[in-house]
């Protein structure tokens, strides 16, 4: 597998892991009864995007070993092809 594969494929990866992990800790305006007139009452008061970018780095990086042993295994391979 080519070098320029295996980054698309960490891509897909991380994008679909970001989804996964944003929802995780975020307290809404109304959660906290602090609603700034004008805004959205469900926005989020501290999405803490930098520790998320961290955890999906660890999270799809977990995900793409398990995708490269899954792929790189025989007996799977003998299974799929």
Partial sequence: MSVVSLIA????IWWTCLFLVLPFGV???SDVDEVTPG???GA??????RQKFFA??????VVMGLTMW?????VL???WY
Avoid: H
Avoid at 9 to 12: A, G, K, Q, R, W
Avoid at 56 to 61: D, P
Avoid at 70 to 74: C, T
């Fill in 9 to 12: 494929i960490y891509f897909v």
């Fill in 27 to 29: 307290k809404n305006q």
């Fill in 39 to 41: 805004t959205e009452p």
């Fill in 44 to 49: 989020p008061i501290m999405s803490r995007i």
């Fill in 56 to 61: 999906t780095t660890i999270v799809s990086a």
């Fill in 70 to 74: 899954a792929v790189s295994n025989p």
């Fill in 77 to 79: 391979r003998e299974y």
